[in-house]
């Protein structure tokens, strides 16, 4: 972890220019410019499709009572796999085009999961019952029902 930053910063751009260096070669300047430019297009329209996507789902989880932490995640995984695919080069292509296949963002976290250093609850969430009830019936329509007392302190106008 320590040397991520050296990677990212340093490394990295150096072999995105060697790499736009030899597919430039190979088919040209104008279509290696064009395909960089495509993906930096396809990059901001998929995080638009796919982040929307992703939050609807979220929505639809929270909507149900439950905590949308997968769903939280893989919209974290969209917006760099887009992001990626913003930066100018062909390796970060490459790496934004796997985080926005589902197989593969559903393994990566999976993997994250199993590995337990991330850790979250994928229940609905229990609060406390003496102040709120959630009624939940068999068509997964959800009915919040606020129960508590009400006592006015002072009688003071606004």
């Known amino acids: 972890m ?5 990677f990212f910063f340093v490394v990295l751009p150096i072999l995105e220019m060697i790499t736009l260096i030899k597919v430039g070669g190979s088919i040209g300047a104008l279509n290696t410019v064009a395909l960089v430019i ?16 992703t ?21 974290l995984m969209i917006a760099i796999g887009g992001l990626f695919l913003i930066f100018p080069g062909f390796i970060t292509d490459f790496f934004g085009i796997l985080l926005l296949i589902p197989f593969v963002r ?3 976290l999976s993997r994250m999961i199993k ?6 609850q994928q229940s609905s969430q229990t609060y406390d019952a003496e102040y709120y009830r959630e009624d939940v019936d ?3 329509t959800i009915n919040h029902t606020l129960d508590g007392d009400f ?4 009688d003071h106008k606004y």
């Open 151 to 154: 006592k006015r302190d002072d």
């Open 115 to 120: 590995s337990g250093r991330w850790k979250f």
């Open 2 to 6: 320590r040397f991520f930053p050296l």
């Open 106 to 108: 559903k393994l990566i």
């Open 38 to 53: 495509l993906g930096m297009f396809a990059g901001g329209t998929i995080i638009r499709t796919e982040g929307v996507k």
């Open 55 to 75: 939050l609807m789902k979220a929505r639809e989880k929270m909507n149900f009572g439950e905590m949308p932490a997968v769903e939280m995640l893989e919209g």
């Open 138 to 140: 068999v068509n997964r």
